[in-house]
């Protein structure tokens, strides 16, 4: 149930210390839930709790959830019954204790604790009223918490890349969303809070900083009293790591002066993670996302204007409630226009507590699923052509995986962020956690093929730069 590389950093940095408990970590969900994950993780240790990455030989197992659609819900339900069917002691974690904590615990008893969102730096206290016999409910009802680089935190990724967290919750309401009630409102970290943590992952050698929030582009407005993305982006420019990736860039929020600073700091990757969820005002107005109607257009045109060289992606949801054959053809013909980098398709996901949970004019999941189907016929193509522009240059790429039997190397380009985008793979040797020069040979609807090329000045002059996505 564990990632690879979670069990990697659970075995560097497990502590054998004194008889506590040993105790299990899996984590579910996001990016935003494996910080949580890797903040418990660390509180864990700098406590003497033995860590381990085998469930079956622990006597606790935190399991941290996601809520966020009913399929993060199936699979953290999965993972639950699994190990209760295996009568392991289990504390369940994040979103979904969070959301369901009264139905968990009458319906598991294997559950000795459930943790919310805003809690999981009390883990430790958890585990230890856990083990005298108390059962624990540690959720708080409104989140307020956020980490900071002051807490411990043991990453779970590979050894070149790091999330950041820059902010959590979430002001917004959408009518599909459920993030807010489980989350809380949006509190930013400052800026020079931030700074600190990013220069100690690039003590520790990380070469790519992903900043994640709910909303990015709306950082620091709670904090500053104004969206303060441009001013963060500069102090990280003094950051000494090569790439810095932004996610959940919402379009009213790239104002020119974020878009300056995205140009002007070298290392600020121009790749822009835009959730823009669907295309026609009518759907976005019951979305109650108005604003992005009036602006997508406008605004995809001026960001490739002022950054030619950005990457784009964005995600969309079909079958919103009232969604018309009308409104679905609009956003492909909106996807067919603008020729996205990358993009993901959801089918919506009715979630109890959100107003669309009760909308009117519902679409069966097989109107859904032919939607989403279509729509990503239509992307395939797009994306096919974007990365065949790149066979025959040479890109930077971050090495993160060996093939052990084949030897190939594993890696991404400036264009694909984690998890969500392609790969690049490799032939040729080069260290992994390092940006080595990779001459592109070929390539697929998400992939890109490659050779490790060497390096010499006047390769050096011809390189791609690595904020660069052509």
Known sequence: MSDPPLEGAIDRYTNRMGNKPTIAISHLGCEKNRIDTEHMLGLLVQ?????DTNEQLADYVIVNTCSFIEAARTESVRALVELAEADKKIVIAG??????????????????????????????????????????????????FIADETLPRYRTTSEGVAYLRVAEGCDYRCAFCIIPHLRGDQRSRSIESIVAEAQQLASEGVQEIILISQITTNYGLDLYGKPMLAELLRAL?????????????????LTPPVIEAIRETSNVLPYLD?????????????????????????????????????VLRTTFIVGFPG???????????????????????????????????????????????????????????ISLKKNQAYVGKVVDVLIEQENPSTGEL?????KFAPEVDGLVYIQGNAQLGKIVPVEITDADIYDLFGEVAPVSDAQSDQRLVVNSAT
């Open 237 to 253: 420019g003094n950051v000494d790591v090569p790439w810095i990736r932004m996610h959940y860039a919402y379009p009213t929020g």
């Open 47 to 51: 406590a003497g709790y033995q860590v």
């Open 95 to 144: 979103c979904m204790a969070q959301h369901f904590q009264e139905q968990l615990l009458e319906e598991l008893p294997e559950a000795v604790a459930v943790v919310g969102t805003g809690d999981y730096n009390k883990i430790v206290d958890v585990i230890r009223r856990v083990e005298v016999g108390e059962r624990v409910k540690q959720i708080s009802a409104e989140p307020t």
């Open 410 to 414: 594993i890696g991404r380009s400036a």
């Open 323 to 381: 969604e018309t054959d009308e409104h679905f053809e609009h956003l492909l013909e909106f996807v067919q226009r603008h020729e996205f980098d990358h993009a993901g398709v959801f089918t919506f996901s009715p979630e109890e507590g959100t107003p669309a949970y009760t909308l009117p004019n519902q679409l069966p999941q097989s109107v859904m699923d032919a939607r989403r189907d279509a729509l990503m016929a239509t992307q395939q193509p």
């Open 274 to 310: 835009l959730p823009l969820q669907h295309s026609h005002p009518e759907i976005l107005r019951a979305m109650n996302r108005p604003w992005q109607g009036r602006v997508n257009d406008t605004l995809i045109e001026r960001l490739k204007t002022a950054l030619p060289e950005a």
